[in-house]
């Protein structure tokens, strides 16, 4: 009976294993599938006996990570001076998953393919891992390195600190220099939030917090958690206990997004003939502007009628004078005394209102269109939130748990 190579202790049996075949596909390292008791399908890689390969060896062996690939034991080689050491089945490294998958949307440049966002968000995890719970750096972040597992990536072989001067900021600065790499070798050019993500991260290298509430970056989130970041980014930064937040948020993100300094922000005009232009002129009408009558409403997306809130019955008093009208049903729309103005808080209040009513008008619009609308207006303005509310301890999604 085969067993659950996922249940078994690492370098709890004897290892006895049948020659496999080189991994399709990986000349950047010597990979071969083989077998060894029981059937349990691993990788064994040909290396040379060197201190190096002794202490991975028994570093791997006495720490468990589903972001470090699992080391099962090692044996000495029939070539002289070689060792076979035995891992879990690998997919490849990710230099040869880059090959075959696309990095980007398809459809939407700008925004990472999930593949590739589980990805790059696992490497991270794993170099939280080394930092904040291992409390030393990896040292070798690089993509021959990155191995696939059941289409997650773990790290590879790291480095011993007392050896190599190695530091948490070199993790960060490869890991940097990698992706960037990666989208060089496919001749494609780098998303701004990816490259915000990169220049954060080497900007706030010091900072643990920051690279914790990377994996929480808007370019690694789905559309969908994307628009509930909007949502609760809002809510923070009306309702904190800091009554100074939103003057800060103000403050400091406008300069960010101000081209020029001394520069005045301004978003409306960049709202104006757009998709959701009327959840921003709503302000001034008790009701929707009338359509022109050859135009589709300003707000419609689809062929479906607003939808109609449930209306109650009144009782009309005798005395009630005849002009009087029962209340007019509208769609659930912000209220008319709701101002804006060309401050960032008030730009993330209108994401808010955005994400929250659009969909009263069209029930069939997505998530990933609401989102794709609302960063076409402002592309830079959800990655340069995430840094400033990070650097004000405001974190709009948890953050990885390390022990």
């Avoid at 290892?15 to 077998?35: D, H, L, R, V």
């Avoid at 290298?205 to 690694?220: G, Q, T, V």
């Amino acid at each position: 009976m085969a067993v659950d190579p996922n249940i078994i202790p690492a370098g709890a049996f004897e290892i006895q294993f049948s020659e496999g075949k080189q991994i399709e596909g990986s000349n950047m390292y010597t990979g071969y599938i083989g077998s060894i008791q029981s059937n349990i399908k691993v990788v064994y890689h040909l290396e040379s006996q060197s201190k190096d390969l002794q202490w991975w060896y028994e570093f791997a062996m006495s720490h468990c990570s589903p972001y470090l690939l699992r080391v099962i034991g090692k044996c000495q080689s029939s070539s002289v001076g070689k060792e076979l050491l035995f891992t879990e089945l690998v997919e490849g490294t990710l230099h040869d998953w880059v090959k075959k998958n696309p990095l980007i949307d398809s459809e939407y440049p700008e925004r990472l393919s999930k593949p590739f966002i589980g990805i790059l968000g696992d490497i991270l995890n794993g170099i939280i891992y080394f930092r904040c719970t291992l409390r030393q750096p990896h040292g070798e972040i690089c993509a021959n390195n990155v191995y696939l597992v059941n289409g997650n990536a773990k790290l590879g072989k790291a480095l011993n600190p007392k050896w190599y001067e190695k530091t948490f900021g070199d993790d960060i600065n490869k890991f940097c220099g990698m992706v960037r790499s990666l989208f060089k070798s496919k001749g494609s050019k780098l998303p701004f939030g990816l490259d915000h993500l990169c220049r954060y991260l080497q900007k706030y290298i010091k900072f643990e917090k920051h690279l914790m509430n990377a994996i929480n970056h808007p370019i690694m989130l789905t559309p969908d958690a994307r628009c509930e970041y909007r949502l609760v980014a809002y809510s923070l930064v009306k309702h904190h206990q800091n009554c100074q937040l939103e003057i800060m948020v103000n403050k400091r993100l406008g300069q960010e997004l101000s081209p020029k300094k001394n520069s005045r922000w301004s978003w409306m005009e960049r709202i104006h003939g757009k998709e959701f232009e009327t959840i921003l002129h709503y302000q001034h009408n008790q009701t929707l502007p009338p359509s022109p009558p050859s135009q589709l409403p300003p707000l419609q997306f689809g062929s479906l009628p607003p939808p109609q809130p449930q209306q109650q019955m009144y009782v009309q008093p005798q005395q009630q004078p005849p002009q009087t009208q029962l209340p007019q049903t509208q769609p659930q729309l912000p209220s008319p005394s709701v101002d804006y103005s060309n401050t960032p808080v008030s730009f993330l209040k209108y994401n808010r209102n955005a994400v929250t009513h659009v969909k009263d008008y069209d029930r069939c619009i997505t998530n990933d269109t609401i989102d794709r609308t609302l960063s076409s207006f402002v592309p830079e303005f959800m990655p340069l939130l995430h840094e400033v509310l990070t650097s004000l301890g405001v974190f709009v999604r948890p953050l990885p748990v390390t022990i």
